[in-house]
């Protein structure tokens, strides 16, 4: 217990200086969201109208410190402020649009990546030399050096410009209606693959090489040695045994590559003009929506954190001997 409350104080910590951190970062910059908004009219609005906007949209010439004092407050109600390209829309509104399609490519990558890899790496570091460990990590290492957005590309140029097999943008086809039907859900998971394809093939190498550095560690440990002397299957000792005990690294690594994930996962939504986080935060850059980059920044944050904690616990269920190396 003392061991979880140390590791939650510190995401605790984390978290209070991200949102310090978001908070700060577009007040030090020159000008405000009112001033970009303002500047499209090309002085067509008078100074009052622009003082209505700064109120509309939740900026204060105050001090500072009082202005920090009501963001932790609005935040703390869940209120991340107005949109300033959206407006009169707010923040939580816009982002949440993003959100789900977000979760479905991120999540689902993250989760086939982890499982996949990891079955890759229990066979390449069991059958050391084999054609698994000969070929898959070599490949894999030097399709997952290239940029995301890059094989993003690349796979979009093969498989939606010449050969036609998948869609080329957005999230459903055009004129569907958004319902729980199965030609509905066909037509996301359709317009999904390719996005959730180009992470798996960035982060598999990864996964693998990880799985397959811990099971070589665990080969010669006396317990395999005794398992094989009683008779027991080589499948038995694979799976129930070496990697059970080789799957504590991958474990403690799922939280840390939610960050690298979701990153990707963004970069690539871009690419498809998937209407994710991703996308929403490419058009709030442009339209220099403070309020939105913002949101989205402080979301993903806590995403991570989140997860970090999460994995955390689970390591100390699976491991108790880390709560004894860190209390």
Not at 184 to 190: P, Y
Not at 261 to 269: D, N, P, Y
Not at 282 to 297: E, N
């Amino acid at each position: 217990m003392k061991f979880l409350l140390k590791r939650l104080a510190f995401y605790g910590l984390a978290a209070f200086f991200a949102v310090t951190l978001n908070f700060l970062l577009p007040r030090l910059m020159p000008g405000d969201a009112a001033g970009a908004m303002f500047a499209r009219f090309q002085g067509r609005l008078s100074p009052e109208a622009l003082e209505a906007l700064k109120r509309a949209i939740g900026i204060s010439d105050g001090p500072l410190y009082l202005q920090y004092f009501h963001y932790l407050r609005d935040l703390l109600h869940g209120d991340l402020g107005i949109s300033v390209s959206q407006f009169p829309a707010t923040v939580a509104e816009v982002v949440w649009t993003g959100l789900g399609w977000t979760v479905l490519v991120a999540g689902s990558s993250l989760i086939i990546g982890f499982v996949l890899g990891t079955g890759l790496g229990v066979l390449a570091g069991w059958r050391r030399g084999g054609l698994v460990d000969s070929v898959l990590p070599p490949t894999l290492a030097f399709i997952g050096a290239f940029p995301y957005f890059w094989l993003a590309m690349g796979l979009l140029f093969l498989f939606g410009f010449e050969w036609r097999w998948v869609p080329l943008r957005h999230a459903y086809s055009d004129g569907a209606t958004p319902e729980l039907s199965p030609g509905f859900i066909a037509d996301v998971l359709r317009h999904a693959a390719l996005p959730i394809f180009t992470v798996v093939l960035a982060t598999l190498g990864g996964w693998m090489m990880g799985m397959r550095s811990a099971m070589v560690a665990v080969l010669g440990t006396e317990y395999l040695a005794l398992g094989r002397a009683k008779g027991l299957s080589p499948a038995r000792l694979a799976w129930r045994y070496a990697a059970r005990n080789a799957l504590l690294p991958n474990v403690t690594s799922l939280g840390m590559s939610l960050g690298f994930v979701l990153g990707g996962s963004l970069l690539t939504e871009v690419v498809f003009s998937y209407p994710g986080l991703g996308f929403l935060m490419v058009q709030a850059v442009r339209a220099q929506d403070f309020p939105v980059m913002q949101g989205l920044f402080i979301m993903i944050t806590f995403a991570v954190l989140f997860a970090n904690a999460v994995v955390d616990v689970l390591t100390t269920l699976i491991d108790p001997r880390t709560r004894g190396r860190e209390a």
